[in-house]
């Protein structure tokens, strides 16, 4: 039904391709149930923009790592990863409070471009700069060639935008990184002396993505509208 209405793209919250994250955001999916509805899917031609989410206490530099290649290996059209945000009100921000792992109260920088806190399997600036690191991996220059080389055109055109935000974030970002290893360091792996100090500034890449991507469909849609119009006539 969804092809038949003209879908041809889709936005769909993975979350994580770390089984053990999925549960412990009481995610009813497993890697499998994602693995065969994302095939499923793609049976139908619609492409899939995969939005996904790093810094869970089950999350390592590894894991982060493997959902990239997940995504990769998937075949998702686009990606948005970010860094996990806990919102006041919710069991997790009451968490970190009580831990005293929240190291920015500002909330301008809970949007899940810029991390917050500090993770449990690897360093708060780690996290940031990894997350960085998965962007630009998924909108590599092979990548984006290589849908050239299959005529491909559409997601050629997609992950180019992709690359182009992410390298402007990258170099928005570079302060913040080096910020919150300064930070880390500083503070002896503790963040209870500076946590109210910390200033971060970022670019909301995924955002622009997301942006580019609207646009470019909306186009596409005009552009099919049009040529029914003219085989009507």
Known sequence: LMK????FYVYIGLESANQRAL??????QTVEDME????????????????FIFGTDQDTISTIRETVKFAKRM???S????????????PIFDNMKNEDRLIS????????HVVVFKPKGMTYWELQKETLRAMLHFYSWRRIIGRLFKFDIYTMIIRAYGRKFVRKGNRANKDVTRQLK???HQAGNSVHSASEKLQLKARKTSDDLKESIKHLNLDRIRRAKAARLERGR
């Open 4 to 7: 038949k209405s003209g879908c």
């Open 23 to 28: 549960e412990a955001m009481d995610k009813s």
């Open 36 to 51: 065969w509805s994302i095939k499923k899917i793609h049976s139908y031609n619609i492409n899939i923009h995969g939005m």
């Open 75 to 77: 075949k998702i059209t």
């Open 79 to 90: 990606v948005q990863f970010m860094t996990l945000v806990p919102l006041p009100g919710t």
């Open 105 to 112: 109260h500002d909330w301008a920088h809970y949007d899940g």
């Open 182 to 184: 300064r930070l880390y």
